[in-house]
């Protein structure tokens, strides 16, 4: 087989596959902070894989908790049965979780998450007895994942037209919250825009709250190109759904494991969202796996009523041996290493190194929280996207990757991350940029 025939089959996701196939980029091998390209070059990775590699790459006691639960029990059917690595890992799952939020439904992906929360959310209503609580309020620009549920509530335009006559009905959307004009180059939270919150109070008139389920926004929104909150948003989205009997649903898919500081933005941010959803970082990125993180009064609202299945729902691999085992020997690492407070330490070395490229050619700004960065660029005329992608290419030519998400770099590296590499990763981007 030619190379090119040998990389026809494989239909890649959310990729220009042509674009590739005539010119790819394959990653071989990875160990902590790197990944290797087959012909040997080192690859620091500057974003956690795609934000999940939390504890970095190749770590060894989860390859063992791996092979040792293949060996012992491969599978079991999560259906009328359990096995011992579900009940702890939901366990350790609420004991990091923000106090009351102590249930956990496991699934596979961040994208069922998503669409597991929202059939919670407007399930809780219906055995409350208020079934006509089904709409849902997602906010423009968000990435929910790719489920029907997800990219309905999503803000993606391209995410969403292809299939725009056959998404979810009753969804409203609140305005995204990015602001350049007033908050560029923000250190941490930016200081504008706390009363996009209110839009809520708009929608809630428009529909009355007794239709509405729930509202559901990322606490950082990441895969649009990190945007932050404004101080005091997400307390304001908190207050109105409590005024009106919505429940709030935090998307941690990224920003849950530690990404900002803390075990989940949540706590970070100071706001208790009523269910969470969880992904990515919960297996180290290395077994899929996501979950459903429930406040207490939400997961109680279904246990009444006679005896039977509480909830029609769930997945063949919904907490599977192989991912929990992962997801436990992952925890444990986190708090061996302390590493879901890490970014705390690192967040001073982090932004002022991110804040050094303002100036650089075509920064129109910088945003950081945690060990997140968001860095922007003036698109190129018609061609918006552009220079972001060349960015990301000269990066991975010069050993660093990154993200690109139309004309923002996203960083988001793995937890484990030396000074000096947060060096190399800026270095590499100012001198890219520079040499543009
Ligand atoms: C906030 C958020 N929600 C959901 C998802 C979807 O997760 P997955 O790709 O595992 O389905 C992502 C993925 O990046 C995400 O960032």
Redesign the pocket.
């Known amino acids: 087989m030619s190379n090119a025939a040998a990389l026809d089959a494989f239909w890649m996701p959310f990729t220009a596959n042509r674009q590739f196939k005539a010119k790819p980029r394959i990653l071989a091998k990875a160990s902590g902070m790197h990944y290797w390209t087959p012909d040997g070059r080192q690859i620091l990775d500057a974003v956690a894989g795609?934000?999940c590699v939390n504890a970095g790459h190749g770590r060894p006691e989860i390859k063992e908790a791996v092979a040792r639960q293949l060996e012992t029990l491969d599978y079991a059917p999560p259906f009328q049965m359990g096995h011992p690595g579900a009940f702890e890992l939901a366990n350790r799952v609420a004991e990091i979780a923000p106090a009351g939020l102590d249930h956990v439904f496991f699934v596979n992906?961040?994208?069922?998450?998503?669409d597991t929360a929202l059939k919670i959310a407007i399930g809780y209503h219906r055995v409350r007895g208020e079934a006509a609580r089904t709409r849902l309020i997602g906010r423009e620009r968000a990435?929910?994942?790719?489920g029907f549920g997800?990219i309905s509530v999503g803000g993606i335009a391209p995410n969403r037209k292809m299939w725009s006559g056959a998404l979810l009905p009753g969804v409203d959307h609140l305005p995204h919250t990015h602001d350049i004009s007033r908050n560029a180059f923000s250190r941490g939270l930016p200081e504008h825009g706390a009363s996009l919150a209110d839009e809520l109070e708009r929608i809630v008139t428009l529909h009355d709250a007794s239709t509405i389920a729930a509202v559901i926004v990322?606490p950082i929104a990441?895969?649009t190109g990190v945007l932050l909150p404004p101080r005091g948003y997400l307390k304001r989205l908190r207050e109105i759904c409590d005024r009106h009997g919505i429940l709030l649903i935090f998307?941690?898919?990224?920003t849950g494991f530690g990404r900002t500081g803390a075990p989940f933005a949540a706590e970070e941010f100071g706001v208790i969202p009523d269910l969470i959803?969880c992904?990515?970082g919960l297996t180290n990125g290395c077994v899929?796996m996501?979950g459903v993180i429930v406040k207490k009064g939400v997961h109680d609202a279904f246990m009444q009523g006679p005896d039977g299945i509480e909830l029609f729902h769930g997945y063949t691999y919904s907490a599977h041996p192989v991912a929990c085992a992962a997801g436990i020997a992952t925890l444990e690492i986190y708090r061996r290493e302390g590493l879901l407070t890490r970014a705390k330490s690192l967040s001073k070395i982090w932004e002022d190194a991110a804040h050094a490229l303002r100036g650089a050619p075509h920064v129109i700004d910088v945003r950081n929280y945690g060990l997140i960065l968001g860095l922007e660029l003036e698109p190129l005329p018609g061609k918006v996207g552009a220079r972001g992608f060349d960015v990301f290419l000269k990066c991975f030519e010069r050993g660093v990757l990154v993200r690109q998400t139309g004309d923002i770099i996203a960083l988001s590296p793995p937890l484990i991350i030396e000074k000096a590499q947060i060096e190399q990763i800026f270095e590499t981007l100012s001198s890219v940029l520079r040499a543009a």
């Open positions: 795609l934000w992906s961040g994208s069922e998450a998503v990435y929910n994942g790719v997800g990322e990441g895969s998307d941690e898919v990224i959803t992904a990515k899929p996501g």
